[in-house]
């Protein structure tokens, strides 16, 4: 069984490669050194270290043709698995933090142990030495063939503030027109301005955090709204 700080030494060796959004990682290259996303950094990290496919469609088959998705993590964290709290995550080295796509694009990271990450993060910043706050994160997860020890107490995890994104029913407000008459005037095209955070609002999201260079999920958290001008408050 692979430990953690193997895990933790293979993700290390990769700082400051590039990431792509959509790029595809071989599994089984060894000397693969990027361009990575975010499931595809942390999926040929746990196949380097324990020889297995976790997060990746086939599961069995041709690792150099798998393919890493957040979803793919989420259902093989409830399948394959452990899923634990985020603050437990945060506190355990070589322990995954995950957010789901949910309608929009998710991502996901290596605990460090000590609140900090090691991920594939956006093309302006590639892979990275992260925090865990704050964030927004669903869960953590514990894959199987790595050995991770769980402390008894989770790190205190702050919650994220205000984050917009996609959910049901949809998100309404005066946000969230402020949010898509920014995101109008940076030539990012939110569809109409009705104050409701549905899929054009996440895909104009989207193209605006490409076009900054920040990771690309659709939300719109701390970063994205300085980025764009609007404070979320």
């Given at each position: 069984?692979?430990?953690?700080?193997?895990?933790?030494k293979i993700?290390?060796r990769?700082?400051n490669?590039?990431y792509?959004l959509?790029?595809?990682?071989?599994?089984n290259n060894p000397?693969?050194?990027?361009?990575?996303?975010?499931?595809e950094?942390?999926s040929?990290?746990v196949?380097?270290?324990?020889?297995?496919?976790?997060?990746?469609?086939p599961?069995?088959?041709?690792?150099d043709r798998?393919?890493?998705?957040?979803?793919?993590w989420?259902?093989d964290?409830?399948k394959?698995?452990k899923?634990?709290?985020?603050?437990?995550?945060a506190?355990?080295?070589g322990?995954f933090l995950?957010r789901?796509?949910?309608?929009a694009?998710?991502?996901v990271a290596i605990s460090v142990?000590?609140g900090s990450?090691?991920?594939?993060h956006?093309?302006?910043?590639?892979?990275?030495?992260g925090?865990?706050?704050?964030?927004?994160?669903d869960?953590?997860?514990?894959?199987?063939g790595?050995?991770?020890?769980?402390?008894?107490?989770?790190m205190p995890?702050?919650?994220p503030?205000i984050v917009?994104?996609?959910k049901s029913?949809?998100?309404?407000g005066r946000?969230?027109?402020?949010v898509?008459?920014?995101?109008?005037?940076?030539g990012c095209n939110p569809?109409?301005?009705?104050?409701k955070y549905?899929?054009q609002?996440?895909a104009?999201?989207r193209?605006?955090?490409?076009?900054?260079?920040l990771?690309?999920?659709g939300?719109?958290?701390g970063?994205t709204?300085?980025?764009l001008?609007?404070?979320?408050?």
């Open positions: 069984m692979a430990t953690a700080k193997k895990l933790l993700a290390r990769h700082l490669e590039r792509m959509g790029a595809l990682a071989p599994k000397a693969w050194s990027g361009p990575w996303d975010c499931a950094f942390c040929w990290c196949y380097q270290a324990t020889g297995k496919l976790f997060g990746c469609r599961l069995r088959g041709h690792p798998a393919d890493a998705y957040t979803g793919f989420g259902e964290a409830g394959y698995g899923i634990i709290s985020v603050g437990q995550a506190a355990t080295p322990a995950l789901l796509p949910g309608g694009i998710g991502h142990g000590d990450t090691i991920e594939a956006s093309t302006k910043r590639g892979v990275i030495v925090n865990v706050v704050p964030r927004r994160w869960y953590g997860v514990l894959v199987p790595i050995k991770v020890s769980v402390p008894a107490a989770p995890i702050a919650a503030g917009l994104r996609l029913p949809r998100m309404t946000l969230i027109k402020d898509q008459r920014a995101l109008r005037d940076a569809g109409p301005l009705d104050a549905g899929p609002t996440a104009a999201v193209a605006f955090q490409l076009q900054k260079g990771a690309v999920d939300e719109v958290g970063l709204a300085r980025k001008g609007v404070p979320l408050k």
